[in-house]
């Protein structure tokens, strides 16, 4: 019976004195009546205990059975208070949110010759459904998580896409669970500059400046033109707001892969049936608000990606080149306190292919050598109409042109289409109603024209285009 009771003694300690990490002085603390409560508990056990060796016979017999039995039920009733109270402090340190989205869109595409057609499709009924679940932890006071896994789907859809590594929880599926982000912030103590690590499925979706648009905070680190998925990486950031003066001001260094060759039979092993290369990409990015600008984010990008391929593609079984790419994104928000918040990004691309076009299929070419230099800009405003009887709706207008060879990495879009990849002009138009903390709706409309292309591949040359698409859009959007 000692032995019984010691266990419940130590795991009381353990509950009650559990750090919030795996070290440190962060106590996990319970209500002083849960805990007061357990402690009478265990001296009254205590005492039942010392009652019982007393009345043992010689023979080291209880004289009475009733009161181990009695003493179990005790003891498993502090178990189940010990699981309480572990519980709870297993949600204080783990926070849960989720999201759930219907939307309905109305589309109409003229003139689309990307298949050989070019006569008028559409699609006026179309319904999805995407639910996230949100979470993050503390595990310590420099080391944080940051998770969301989604299911995004078509209405009762027997059909599904078959979306690419980098846009699974982007693109309507099925209903299993997509790992949108997973990663973990780890800022090391005792550095001689301020550094911080992050590794894991990276915030790399939904970045500046879609939050406007999405009607929620700062989502992702990486401006929405230049990149927009998921990917899996390391990232080195340095704070430099003590040196330079800026707020918020600091570079980072990422590391990740574009693609990654392996063999089905041995995952670990090369597939070497391929003469594929993994796509290894590098990029850059420094920081900072703009300064004698209240909230607002000023990022500079540069980026690097190795020995691009076909990424399984039958039709591109070759290494095709290297693409640069280079960013500048400027945004403000409830400027001069007018209530508009405002953006402009610009993006610039650089092939340098080696020599490969399979197929007559290359890097932005037909002929695997032909260098090719693309442009973007993208800007827009959000007014916010200070009009409480209608919980203070938003408005908004947004605008992209992308040249020719303009091409980036935007292959997990919140839309359907690729807005940002537009070789082209595309317009948006939307107002959000927020009917109270927890729920929103948004009512928009898209029109695209296609310029050179209707889709954002880079491989293969650009050919010109005449399409046009219109999308007229509802959605209602709930978190909590």
């Known amino acids: 019976m000692k032995k019984i009771l ?18 440190g002085s962060d106590v996990v603390s319970i209500p002083a009546e849960d805990y007061k409560a357990i402690l009478q508990r265990l001296d009254t056990l205590q005492k039942r205990v010392d009652q019982m060796e007393k009345a043992e016979s010689p023979s080291g017999k209880a004289v009475s059975a009733a009161m181990p039995n009695k003493l179990a039920k005790d003891v498993e009733t502090i178990y189940d208070t010990l699981d309480k109270v572990e519980t709870k402090s297993l949600k204080d340190r783990i926070n849960l949110g989720a999201e759930l989205r219907t939307r309905v869109d109305d589309f109409k595409l003229k003139n689309d010759n990307s298949y050989g057609g070019g006569g008028t499709d559409h699609n006026d009924n179309f319904w999805t459904n995407r639910f996230r679940l949100n979470m993050d932890a503390e595990i310590q006071k420099n080391l944080l998580f940051t998770g969301r896994v989604a299911v995004y789907k078509d209405f009762n859809s027997l059909g599904v896409t078959a979306p690419n590594d980098a846009s699974q929880a982007h693109v309507p599926g099925n209903t299993s669970l997509k790992l949108d982000r997973a990663y973990v912030d780890w800022t090391p103590e005792g550095m001689p500059i301020p550094l911080a690590l992050t590794f894991g499925r990276h915030p790399s979706s939904e970045g500046p400046p879609s939050e406007l648009k999405e009607n929620r905070l700062r989502q992702s680190t990486y401006p929405s033109l230049l990149f927009d998925g998921e990917s899996d990486g390391v990232v080195a950031t340095v704070g430099l707001e003590r040196y330079l003066g800026w707020k918020n001001s600091g570079i980072r260094f990422a590391y990740g892969k574009g693609y990654q060759d392996s063999n089905q039979t041995v995952s670990y092993l090369d597939n070497g049936s391929h003469p594929y290369d993994d796509i290894n990409v590098y990029a850059m990015f420094f920081e900072t608000e703009i300064p004698g600008v209240r909230d607002s984010l000023l990022v500079l990008s540069a980026l690097e990606a190795t020995d691009i391929n076909g990424m399984g593609n039958p039709n591109i079984n070759a290494k095709l080149g290297n693409m640069s790419l280079y960013g500048v994104h400027a945004q403000a928000n409830n400027v001069a306190d007018s ?10 691309n650089k092939t340098d292919p080696n020599g490969n076009a399979p197929n007559g299929i290359g890097l932005l070419d037909s002929d695997g050598t032909t260098k090719h230099t693309g442009w973007s800009v993208y800007t827009g405003l959000r007014y916010n109409i200070p009009y409480k009887p209608m919980n203070n709706p938003k408005i908004g207008f947004e605008y992209n042109h992308g040249s020719e060879y303009w091409a980036s990495f935007t292959w997990g879009p919140s839309e359907l289409y690729n807005k940002l990849a537009t070789r082209g002009d595309a317009y948006d138009f939307y107002y959000i109603q927020p009917f109270n903390d927890n729920l929103f709706g948004r009512l928009g409309y898209t029109h695209i024209n296609y310029d050179h292309g209707v889709m954002y591949q880079v491989f293969g040359e650009p050919g010109p285009s005449n399409a046009v698409l219109d999308d007229v859009y509802f959605l209602l959007d709930v978190r909590f």
Do not use: E, H, M, N
């Open 6 to 23: 010691l266990t419940a003694g130590a795991l009381l300690a353990w509950t009650s004195c559990a750090v919030a990490g795996a070290g």
């Open 339 to 348: 209530g508009f918040d405002i953006f402009l990004s610009t993006g610039l």
